[in-house]
């Protein structure tokens, strides 16, 4: 027997998505606008998205975030996988050490772990650039591959490892052959994540950014000191259109990978 929705419910959630996605709705709109005024409509017009592609400065900015970003989620797949792997063949209390470590970065305000990195790279002496940069976002990025891959090592069947090492195999020919083949659309999926997360933070990137390697999320904020025009307007709809075709993938990634789970 179905269940009959009230009309209160529909109001809800219809209130829930129009405040959820308004702003966004908004930001396309008017990112096609003429006017540099958000405050009146003057007609369509592309020249925001030609500024845009003629600022060198937004595409240095960008330029350097996705290269942080692709580095950050390669050093987090295999920062987080590993620990992931390394904490089934250790002890239960062992393996709470691990979470726990694992988990810490995500508990810490960004605010105090900018400042902290910030400290510690400068005793370091290390130059603030594309290396801060990875190192602070993988710091941040690692625990969110730890726990998806953690997540999926739990489902699989420990029968199959044993069987493996029944059949002589090394620990490393296991991991290869049976384990990695099993998380890795977990991997895929966790790195994608690492690169959105990468890509839109600024209070980490504020702290770690050198003078020749300014984010876009940190560039965009200072922009916003002096006033922005519908120009930002155009690059978040970039963005977001860069944010679906990311979704899509990651989902046509999922179905084979679990299409050919069931045709194995």
């Known amino acids: 027997m179905r269940k009959r929705v009230s009309g209160f419910e529909v109001f809800y959630l219809s209130l829930f998505f129009v405040v959820l996605y308004l702003p966004v709705l908004s930001v396309i709109l008017y990112s096609f606008n003429a006017s540099s005024s958000t405050a009146q409509w003057s007609g369509l017009t592309l020249d925001w998205y030609r ?23 390669l050093l987090s797949a295999v920062l987080g996988t ?34 902290s990195l910030l400290v510690f790279f400068n005793g ?13 976002h993988s710091l941040f990025c690692v625990p969110y591959v730890y726990i998806m891959v953690q997540l999926r090592l739990a489902e699989i069947d420990r029968s199959i490892i044993e069987s493996a090492r029944d059949l002589g195999a090394t620990k490393w020919q296991t991991v290869k052959t049976i384990i990695l083949p099993l998380v890795m659309p977990s991997i ?29 999320p940190v560039h965009i904020f200072s922009m916003m000191r002096v006033g922005v025009t519908p120009k930002v307007n155009a690059l978040c709809t970039l963005i977001l259109v860069g944010t679906f075709f990311v979704i899509g ?16």
């Open 51 to 73: 500024e845009l592609f003629r600022d060198r400065v937004i595409g240095q900015a960008f330029l350097v975030s996705l290269q942080v970003a692709i580095l950050t989620a």
């Open 82 to 115: 590993a620990a992931a792997v390394i904490s089934l063949a250790v002890t239960k209390g062992m393996q709470k050490t691990i979470q726990g470590v694992m988990i810490l970065p995500l508990l810490v305000p960004e605010v105090a772990l900018g400042v």
């Open 124 to 136: 370091l002496g290390l130059p603030f650039g594309h290396l801060t940069l990875v190192l602070s």
């Open 249 to 264: 993938l990651n989902q046509v990634i999922s179905k084979n990978s679990k299409l050919r789970g069931l045709s194995d």
């Open 188 to 216: 895929t999926t966790a790195s994608l994540l690492a690169i959105a997360m990468s890509l839109d933070d600024v209070v980490i990137s504020t702290f770690m950014s050198g003078p020749r390697t300014t984010t876009l």
